[in-house]
């Protein structure tokens, strides 16, 4: 595991790749320490309270760690260049998020065939293909000629399909089994919107002389576009998707262009839709006024938040212990809340090390859009980690009562199929931009020895 | 009861197991950042620091939802709504909400009025005394909230304010370490609490209400109201408001009632910085606006009348004479004389229709009522003497006349009352100009050595005052008392109601004579010079 300075060229190319993804490697094997003492004292609290040791008790963790491994073998062995950092990041969240689901008894531990058990496992392998299949500079074709319009007409179809044929559940709409398709927004739109900007840069960039007005000869189907999904969307009253989305949007026009206009102008219709939307629907007023002043109805509409703040006061810095708390009295935990949890059992102090770890992500994600000079896989890469910085920040501020909740989930942490799977191809995608164009490789290729 | 010493194998083995988790993540961590060059990606462009700004900003958007995740997290101790959420919703065993010894209620020589206690695992409230200090610490309840001081200084009781290095040192230490028993801080009042439980004794079981304070600072001695709820038991039953005896309401800052002839001292002000100085005729008969209007007599008309005899009347009397054998013939002339406007223009001055704030927090706020007075229509000119002797539309909060008289007794100062011995006092409003207010104050003096109060007379504490018997439709007169002393530097205003206690002379005032006596034991007051 020693790092090596220089690889021999004459050496075989699996052992060049391995050598140099030694961070990588570090940085996993630190995840899947960390999590096992997690596992640890969130067992020893199960058999503390008079819990029969079972033989399937280890296997959560024995599962996570040996996907550990496969990504690892795979991308040495496809000597894939992508980022190593944002690896070890992932690896931890996805593995703390795991570790935060078996004891929240989200699946059946004992039952090897719970599908629950293998979300994060196949989460991982997801993003493995994904980063795989679309790197050397693959992922330039997404949005190839009239593929760019079939991701936006796809996003309109998705949100139209679910309205109609979804169920609804506690005010929001779902498809079938309560799998939320509409999660797979946060790909296909800004794969749209950053293969539009990329096409469009200049034009969009050319603002009015002298009175600024925005091209609107360009931007006209985006904005159609965006009124129609937001449209679609807040009729299932997905607020949270809108904001994340049109977060991203306003970034990457303005990454994009250049232009700090739009910024101004985003910011102008932010706050009219938002005075908009208060006006029309109750249910944002309620989560308003359970924002403002949680003590007006705090056994209604303030019971889960406050809730979850008795469970990060009764935690306080060091909290009560992996597995010692009682986040069954949070409402949801599992999903929306599971910070709270985090708050409860881990203290301020654990709060703080995963918010560290999620913008070591966040800034990784910036740093390779920063580096690649593809203009699509710049604004991909941007628009995808703003996507995921918006969400986690929806969420934390919700849970902390720092801002109105907005029933986002935590990436990687909270419990939601779709939403995990969603957000492993967000990474995988990341992932790919990362590895950059073959053009730019400048690692010669190592001869093949004569005797292979 | 102590759960943090016996610690079993186990909670050992958490302990070092968190602390490893702990140790394993920041080295995690500390490795992402570290290895930012050894893993830096080469094979792409170079990199130009166009995201700097917005990872600065990212890093600053996290970093407040942190600090204002620690000040519930941390510091929700410090949060009283909070708190009483969590005592009453939150069923975690080791919620610290739950342990929590809550500081002291003192009174001004340190005697417990509140204090937290540990009983059969759960801490507390516990009220010594019952409902004796009720009306001024009000209570504070998980599920029905807190009321009076308990409310308003909540946040110092539960511990919050840190207001010193020490306090925040000891803020540290105990959030480093994850203390499960919180205390809060003592809060001192001006509350003499021997004063306080005589008062309480002397109404007995009559409804009424006493207000001392001092007038030079406002610090209030005695606030008595009775019946009383006992905070030290809360339920349901209490707020549904059955209970006839209304023990919620607190009648020395709340009630209103007429102040019968003890408003006759606002009145008199009046008239002396309107230059009266001369004297009116007092018919026997009586006086009155309009033939139909009841004629406004003297007491003395109707015990002459019970004993077949005619009553000649006062004559003419000047205005102290008139004070000393409190002549309502006398002042509801001298009501009328003054006029409508400058009546209206003396209550507005003397704030009434008003609240005075004593204290205020986010928590809660402890204030009183003044007085209710409607506007009076132009030509009521029967309305205006009747409200010259304290009848008709006119009504006060006891705690009110306390402050009306001991603005008399300051030089014509009103200072706002107050209940935290450290809050500053604070001159609230002049209510009558010195000279008056000097004129008036010797005039009171006559009126307890040779008028009407003449029986509560002790030379030492030369006690200033006048009483009042006041009419009112639910029964017998309400009796009132309102004085200060000594007369030649007033230490003590007082203010006494008893409801339905008859005459003025023969019950509050009596008991406000053994208040100040006894507050002349305990120090509060000065011995009179001797004349």
């Known amino acids: 595991m020693k790092p090596r300075q220089r690889p021999d060229m004459n050496t075989h190319p699996f052992v060049q790749a391995w050598s140099r993804r030694w961070p990588e490697r570090r940085l996993l094997w630190l995840s899947v320490l960390g999590i096992g003492i997690g596992f640890g004292m969130m067992l020893g609290s199960g058999y503390a309270e008079g819990r029969a040791f079972a033989l399937t008790d280890p296997l959560p963790w024995t599962l996570y760690a040996g996907t550990l491994v496969v990504l690892h073998l795979t991308l040495v062995s496809v000597r894939f260049q992508g980022d190593q950092i944002l690896i070890g990041a992932l690896a931890f969240l996805a593995g703390f998020g795991l570790l935060a689901q078996v004891r929240l008894g989200t699946f059946d531990v004992a039952n090897p065939l719970d599908p629950g058990l293998y979300l994060v496992p196949a989460g991982i392998v997801l993003m493995l293909l994904v980063a795989i299949g679309l790197s050397h500079g693959r992922y330039a074709r997404l949005t190839e000629g009239h593929w760019l319009w079939v991701w936006a007409a796809g996003s309109l179809v998705l949100v139209a399909v679910v309205l109609l044929f979804g169920q609804r559940y506690r005010g929001a709409v779902y498809g079938v089994g309560l799998v939320t398709p509409t999660e797979l927004l946060k790909v296909t739109v800004v794969v749209f919107l950053a293969g539009f900007i990329d096409r469009h840069a200049k034009r969009l960039a050319n603002w009015g002389k002298g009175f600024p007005l925005p091209p609107m000869r360009h931007l006209w189907p985006l904005l159609l576009f965006c009124m129609g999904l937001s449209a679609l969307l807040l009729t299932q009253r997905d607020l949270g998707m809108v904001v994340i989305l049109s977060v991203a949007l306003l970034v990457m026009l303005f990454f994009g262009t250049g232009r700090t206009a739009y910024l101004v102008l985003g910011g102008v219709l932010a706050a009219l839709a938002g005075a908009l939307l208060l006006t029309v629907f109750s249910h944002g007023q309620r989560r308003l006024a359970a924002w403002l002043d949680p003590f007006q109805d705090p056994t209604g509409n303030s019971w889960q938040i406050l809730q979850g703040l008795s469970g990060m006061y009764s935690g306080g810095l060091w909290g009560e212990g992996f597995g010692a708390g009682n986040p069954e009295y949070t409402p949801i935990a599992q999903s929306d809340f599971i910070y ?30 920063d580096q690649t000079r593809q203009g699509f896989g710049r604004l991909l890469c941007l628009g995808l980690t703003t996507e ?6 929806l969420n934390l501020g919700g849970v902390t009562k720092s801002i109105p909740l907005t029933g986002v989930t935590l990436p990687f942490v909270s419990h939601g199929g779709s939403s995990l799977m969603t957000s492993f191809v967000m990474l995988g995608l990341i992932l790919a931009v990362s590895d950059g164009m073959p053009t730019r490789r400048r690692t010669p290729k190592p001869p093949r020895p004569p005797s292979d | 009861m102590n759960v943090s010493l016996d610690i079993d194998p186990w909670s050992a083995t958490r302990l070092a197991l968190q602390a490893t988790f702990f140790l394993t993540l920041s080295l995690l961590v500390k490795q992402l950042f570290d290895l930012r060059n050894a893993a830096r990606l080469k094979h792409l462009g170079r990199p130009k620091g166009a995201f700097r700004t917005p990872m600065t900003g990212l890093m600053a958007l996290f970093g407040a939802v942190l600090l204002y995740q620690a000040t519930w997290q941390l510091t929700g101790l410090y949060r009283p709504q909070f708190v009483a959420f969590m005592q009453s919703h939150d069923r975690r065993e080791f919620n610290p909400a739950h342990w929590i010894q ?67 040192g000891e803020l540290g230490r105990r959030i480093l370490g994850g203390d499960k028993r919180p205390r809060g801080r003592d809060v001192v009042l001006t509350i003499d609490a021997e004063l306080q439980r005589l008062a309480v004794e002397r109404l007995g079981a009559r409804r009424g209400a006493v207000v001392m304070l001092d007038p030079r600072d406002g610090a209030v001695r005695v606030l008595a109201s009775v019946p009383a709820h006992d905070p030290n038991r809360i339920d349901a039953e ?22 019968g002839s003890t408003f006759k001292i606002a009145v008199a002000a009046l008239a002396l910085e309107r230059g009266f100085n001369g004297t009116l005729a007092c018919p026997g008969d009586g006086f009155t606006t309009a033939s139909h ?50 009546f209206q223009e003396l209550t507005e001055r003397l704030g009434f229709n008003g609240q005075i704030l004593l204290h205020q927090s986010t928590y809660g706020r402890f204030a009183m009522r003044t007085g209710h007075w409607p506007a009076l229509a132009a030509n009521d000119q029967y309305g205006l003497a009747q409200a010259a002797i304290g009848q008709g539309r006119l009504l006060v909060s006891p705690a009110y006349m306390a402050l009306l008289t001991g603005a008399l007794a300051n030089q014509g100062v009103a200072v706002r009352p107050r209940l935290i011995a450290t809050a500053r006092p604070e001159v609230l409003a002049r209510f009558m100009h010195p000279d008056v207010a000097n004129r008036l104050a010797a005039m009171l003096r006559r009126v307890v050595t040779e008028g ?6 002790i030379p030492e504490l030369a006690i200033a005052g006048k009483t009042g018997t006041a009419e009112n439709p639910q029964g017998d007169a309400h009796s009132w008392f309102v004085g200060f002393a000594p007369a030649e530097r007033p230490a ?29 034991a305990l120090g509060l007051m000065p011995s009179a010079s001797k004349p």
């Not at chain 1, 059992?345 to 740093?367: S, W």
């Not at chain 2, 695992?121 to 209570?139: C, E, I, T």
């Open chain 1, 388 to 393: 995921l910085a918006t969400q986690t920040l």
């Open chain 2, 102 to 168: 809550r500081g002291r209620l003192l009174d001004r020589r340190g005697e417990v009025l509140a204090e937290s206690l540990e009983r059969e695992g759960r801490v507390q409230r516990h009220y010594p005394d019952g409902p004796v200090f009720a009306p001024v610490v009000g209570y504070t309840h998980p599920r029905f909230g807190a009321s009076g001081m308990e409310a308003v200084v909540s946040r110092q009781l539960d511990g919050g304010d840190p207001n010193s290095l020490k306090d925040l």
């Open chain 2, 238 to 259: 209490l707020f549904s408001g059955s209970d006839p005896a209304t023990p919620l309401l607190n009648r020395a800052t709340q009630g209103l009632y007429p102040p």
């Open chain 2, 452 to 457: 009407t109060a003449r029986a509560i007379d």
């Open chain 2, 293 to 342: 209007y009841r004629k406004i007599r003297d007491h003395e008309y109707y015990s002459a009348r019970r004993t077949g005899h005619v009553w000649e009347g006062y004559g003419r009397l000047g205005l102290e004479r008139a004070l000393a054998v409190s002549s309502n013939v006398f002042f509801a002339q001298l009501g009328v004389l003054q006029g409508r406007d400058a």
């Open chain 1, 340 to 369: 709270a949890v985090i708050g409860e059992e881990l203290g301020f102090v654990g709060a703080v090390l995963l918010v560290l770890v999620f913008l070591v992500l966040f800034g990784r994600g910036l740093t390779i859009a």
């Open chain 2, 492 to 520: 003590l205003a007082v203010a006494v109601l008893v409801e339905h206690g008859g005459y003025g002379s023969a019950t509050a005032a009596p008991i406000a004579r053994d208040l100040l006596q006894r507050a002349h």
